[in-house]
Nanobody
Framework: QVQLVESGGGMVQAGGSLRLSCAHS????????MGWYRQAPGKEREFVAA????????YYADSVLGRFTISRDNTKDTLYLQMDTLEPEDTAVYFC????????????????WGQGTQVTVSS
């Protein structure tokens, strides 16, 4: 059974940093890609960053470009999201997700999701 488990969320002041981790297990196949999404109260889930599993090409939302970095450690089966220069607008529940096919920017394309981790940025 495939499992995605996020960790690393918390509270931080504006300008601070956090690193989210997503440990994935149980798969017997290769992902097409993995990504991070976030959802703030009263808003739709939005794309943050994604990585193609083969080749490692990365993609970012304009709102986080230059501040967030997606990476992975294949030896630990873990996906990361390094978040720097955090802003209050980054406050949300952050989800890790994995997909077997294209459509990295579309949450409906992801078949596997973690439970989410809360990130709160105070001003």
């Amino acid at each position: 059974q495939v499992q995605l488990v996020e960790s690393g969320g918390g509270m931080v002041q504006a300008g601070g940093s956090l690193r989210l981790s997503c440990a994935h297990s149980g798969r017997t196949f290769s992902w097409y890609g993995m990504g991070w999404y976030r959802q703030a109260p009263g808003k739709e889930r939005e794309f943050v960053a994604a990585m193609l599993w083969i080749g490692g090409r990365t993609y970012y939302a304009d709102s986080v470009l230059g501040r967030f970095t997606i990476s992975r450690d294949n030896t630990k089966d873990t996906l990361y999201l390094q978040m720097d220069t955090l802003e209050p607008e980054d406050t949300a529940v952050y989800f890790c997700a994995a997909t077997l096919g294209p459509g990295l920017w579309t949450p409906e394309k992801y078949g596997y999701w973690g439970q989410g981790t809360q990130v709160t940025v105070s001003s």
